[in-house]
Nanobody, 125 residues
Framework: QVQLVESGGGLLQAGGSLRLSCAAS????????MGWFRQAPGKEREFVAAIRRSVTYYADSVKGRFTISRDNAQNTAYLQMNSLRPEDTAVYYCAADPSALLGDRYSLVREYDYWGQGTQVTVSS
């Protein structure tokens, strides 16, 4: 089993930056793919970014603004978010899976076995 705890959310103005953290515990050595997803009110949970070994993937809506990284020694994944926009407002969830999630499976909610509780990010205009 793997437990994930997100932190770093908050309220900020458009154009600002925020870094989310996802601390993993348990069988962390089994994790191959980690991802960040978000869910705005009334909308489905959507893919934001993923890291599979050292390769990163991004949704088009955040490409060039967000950066995902992973510190294996600290068992922590990060999401650096720059140039934030009001449409980035959502609850952000960290996810992890012991599989490589080949192809575009890294972008699918149903493919991840482990999820955090989420952290709220609110961007005002």
């Amino acid at each position: 089993q793997v437990q994930l705890v997100e932190s770093g959310g908050g309220l900020l103005q458009a154009g600002g930056s925020l870094r989310l953290s996802c601390a993993a515990s348990g069988r962390t050595s089994s994790i191959v793919t980690m991802g960040w997803f978000r869910q705005a009110p009334g909308k489905e949970r959507e893919f934001v970014a993923a890291i599979r070994r050292s390769v990163t993937y991004y949704a088009d809506s955040v490409k060039g603004r967000f950066t995902i990284s992973r510190d294996n020694a600290q068992n922590t994944a990060y999401l650096q978010m720059n140039s934030l926009r009001p449409e980035d407002t959502a609850v952000y969830y960290c996810a992890a899976d012991p599989s490589a999630l080949l192809g575009d499976r890294y972008s699918l909610v149903r493919e991840y076995d482990y999820w955090g509780q989420g952290t709220q990010v609110t961007v005002s205009s």
